[in-house]
């Protein structure tokens, strides 16, 4: 079995709260975890935020998320202390402790399961075998780009079925240079029209 499990800790805190305010109680948070042997593994501010609806007086509040980390036999009496102190606080307007090592590893089973789908299907496509993912790499690019660089790395591979090159008689520099041709297209209906 699994030695360690992980929680996600948020709290809000009044958005009155100073800074030494929220500190001193990071502080205590952090106090509780290292005597019950754990560790922060991750702690972000995320700032003053408008709340989804109004709690209390309060319509916005200081974010803070942590990423916990503790043995398992210890774990349990921890979030219960964690909660008793987050509870009393008066600084704090609501807070949730989660178990994120399960979901963490259900993610990570599903990628490498459809990691190991597409390669199967890129087989029984009779492609190559996926090296880096030129999508991922170049989402910032436009489609045409994801194109070329697709058809550069499928024409640098010999298809296995018929150990020839594959065909590539659409160059993919084409859209380019019909953009232009285009343009003009749509300047000479009005020429005519004035004209007319």
């Known amino acids: 079995m699994q030695k360690a499990r992980q929680y996600e800790l948020i709290y809000i805190v009044t958005p009155e709260s100073t800074e030494e305010m929220v500190a001193d109680l990071q502080t205590q948070v952090e106090d509780v975890v290292s005597r019950f042997e754990a560790k922060i593994e991750n ?3 995320w700032g ?3 709340l989804a609806y109004d709690i209390g007086s309060f319509n916005e509040g200081i974010y803070i998320l942590n990423l916990i980390s503790g043995p398992v036999d210890k774990v349990a009496e921890m979030v219960s202390e964690i909660e008793r102190r987050l509870r009393v606080d ?3 307007i609501r807070y949730l402790v989660v178990r994120v090592d399960e979901v963490y590893r259900v993610a990570e089973r599903t990628a490498s399961r459809r990691g190991r789908d597409r390669a199967r299907r890129r087989q029984a496509r009779g492609l190559p075998p996926e090296v880096a993912r030129v999508e991922s790499e170049s989402n910032h690019k436009s489609p045409k780009t994801n194109e070329v660089a697709r058809v550069e790395s499928e024409s640098n591979h010999k298809s296995p079925k018929t150990n020839e090159e594959p065909k590539t008689e659409t160059p993919v520099e084409e859209p380019k240079t019909e953009t232009p041709v285009e ?4 300047e000479t209906p009005v020429k005519e029209a004035n004209n007319g």
């Open 90 to 92: 008066d600084k704090v």
């Open 43 to 45: 702690t972000e501010n």
């Open 183 to 186: 343009e003009p297209k749509t």
């Open 48 to 50: 003053k935020r408008k």
